[in-house]
């Protein structure tokens, strides 16, 4: 996808508000999004989406998640006297939430700026409690979002208050654009979960309806923090696991073979294969209950909006790695059925070079004898 066109897609998604159980704003937005470009789209009874492209015959089904929202807070009691008590949805640590720092809150009577009032003296690691001063009344029910640009975007970075998993999110869209636009025989599904950042609870859920082909290898893609090993601008990242356990390896190498044929056939591409143990994803519930899971992220700064110092800034993610995401994505969903065909060569080379050194190994074997009187065989050097 052009830049261009990923820049005004990633200005008009990313601008919407959301936070766990709050990506009604999200939803309608990818709802939609298929709609115009004739893509079915259905929800489950959780409310997460899922979205189809299918054309020509004969290709295997390859299925591609993210999910819809990004931490933050929920009112928990209608506003009085100008404060309201609220919970935050997701995992940053108590130090980040400074007297003062400003939220903003949607509502169904809009959007207003307020300001972090107190923290109650609470288990932090059971429930994050924080008190706002408000200007105007709000209700229970109503959400919050740190106060900061929603997207804004230079040369090199994409920044804005929730890239993480919006971007993820873009890219999937893109893909969807790219698939449609081009008429790319395959056969994809798209799931847009929700509530991730609370526990993972939309992937349960969809496991649940059912919502998820059981047998199709999925690719869940996510933005994670930038490490060391893993920076930015090196392209997409094939993550062959998380900070809770390691991916299917099928999954990883289908990856793998299919992103250094794209290396070779575009000498521009570039991607890198590590293990992202900075935070969790969606690919390890998957994973955990018998699905084909592998996971595709890219490098995030500000890693949930914690920067240097304690101060809540931005997220960014670079658009040369979004691009380049987008460009593996298609070739991925293209070459779905080379899923089985990687195993199948690496067995094959392993066979070929045992059957190489068979007769050297044989031939040099030490001598054995068998102790008869043990339970079973005890192999000892003779």
């Known amino acids: 996808m052009r830049r261009t066109q990923l820049l005004s897609l990633a200005r008009q998604l990313l601008d919407l508000p959301t936070a766990p159980y709050h990506e009604e ?18 929800a489950d009874k959780f409310g997460n989406l899922l979205v189809r492209y299918r054309r020509g015959r004969g290709h295997r089904p ?3 998640m993210a999910h819809m929202d990004h931490p933050g807070f929920e009112v928990i009691e209608d506003s009085e006297g100008g404060f309201a008590m609220t919970r935050f949805l997701g995992n940053v640590p108590r130090e980040y939430f400074r007297i003062g720092a400003r939220v903003r809150v949607i509502g169904g009577e809009g959007e207003q700026v307020a300001r972090i009032w107190s923290l109650p003296d609470v288990d932090w690691s059971r429930e994050k409690l924080v008190r706002l001063r408000l200007r105007k009344p709000a209700r229970r029910g109503d959400y919050a979002m ?10 090199s970075f994409i920044r804005s208050r929730a890239c993480d998993d919006l971007a993820g999110c873009l890219a999937l869209l893109a893909l969807l654009e790219e698939l449609a636009r081009n008429r790319v025989s395959a056969h994809v599904s798209v799931v847009f979960t929700r509530a991730e950042e609370v526990g993972f609870l939309g992937a349960m859920g969809a496991i649940k ?9 999925l690719v869940s893609i996510e933005t994670s923090k930038e490490l060391p090993h893993a920076p930015m ?8 696991g998380d900070r809770a356990t390691t991916f299917d390896a099928r999954v990883t190498m289908f990856l793998e073979d299919v992103a250094a044929r794209l290396a070779k056939a575009d000498r521009r591409f570039r991607y890198q294969r590590r293990l992202m143990d900075g935070g969790a994803c969606e690919s390890a519930v998957l994973y955990h209950n018998g699905f084909r899971a592998g996971a595709v ?3 995030l700064g500000n890693y949930h909006n ?3 110092g304690g101060r809540i800034r931005e997220e960014y993610v670079d658009i040369g790695d979004l691009q380049q995401t987008v460009q593996f994505l298609v070739e991925v969903a293209r070459r779905s059925n080379d899923f089985e065909r990687v195993p199948r060569l690496l067995k094959q080379r392993l066979d070929l070079i045992f059957e190489r050194g068979r007769r050297q190994l044989l031939s040099t074997a030490p001598a054995v004898r068998v102790h008869a009187s043990a339970v079973g065989p005890v192999w000892a050097a003779g």
């Open 146 to 155: 740190w106060d900061l640009p929603a997207v804004k975007c230079n040369h």
């Open 209 to 217: 309806s059912r919502l998820v082909p059981p047998t199709a290898p």
């Open 62 to 64: 390859v299925v591609f």
């Open 25 to 42: 704003a999200v939803a309608r937005f990818i709802r939609e999004f298929a709609l115009a470009r004739g893509l079915p789209v259905r």
């Open 306 to 308: 914690q920067a240097a």
């Open 233 to 240: 601008g090196a392209g997409p990242i094939i993550r062959v």
């Open 297 to 299: 992220c890219i490098a």
